[in-house]
């Protein structure tokens, strides 16, 4: 049974930084190009960035870009999302999601192209 649990979100001030991880279990985890989701209440869910199997591959968001590392250890099985510079704008709960291919789709923004979910972590910047 395939299991992603997030963990590292929390409440920081505009201009800070956390650090998100995600767990996947029952999985051959660097089968799998790995990406991270938000999703702010009333909105869709927004693809935040996709990492390929190695680390060596990855995408943003025009949003995030510049702000926001993906990276990923496979010897641990975890994914991280190291965010910087954070903005209200960044309030959202983030899932980590994981897509039975060893690279990212060229439209790796899209939900529907990923497998497994986890539950999410809740990210909230105050101004």
């Known amino acids: 049974q395939v299991q992603v649990v997030e963990s590292g979100g929390g409440l920081v001030q505009t201009g800070g930084s956390l650090r998100l991880s995600c767990t996947a279990s029952?999985?051959?985890?660097?089968?799998?190009?790995m990406g991270w989701f938000r999703q702010a209440p009333g909105k869709e869910r927004e693809g935040v960035s996709c990492v390929n199997w190695s680390g060596g591959t990855t995408y943003y968001a025009d949003s995030v870009k510049g702000r926001f590392t993906i990276s990923r250890d496979n010897t641990k099985n975890t994914l991280y999302l190291q965010m910087n510079s954070l903005n209200p704008e960044d309030t959202a709960m983030y899932y980590c999601?994981?897509?039975?291919?060893?690279?990212?789709?060229?439209?790796?923004?899209?939900?529907?192209?990923?497998?497994?979910w986890g539950q999410g972590t809740q990210v909230t910047v105050a101004s």
């Open positions: 029952g999985l051959r985890f660097d089968d799998y190009a």
């Open positions: 999601t994981a897509h039975r291919w060893s690279g990212c789709l060229g439209s790796w923004y899209e939900p529907k192209y990923y497998n497994y």
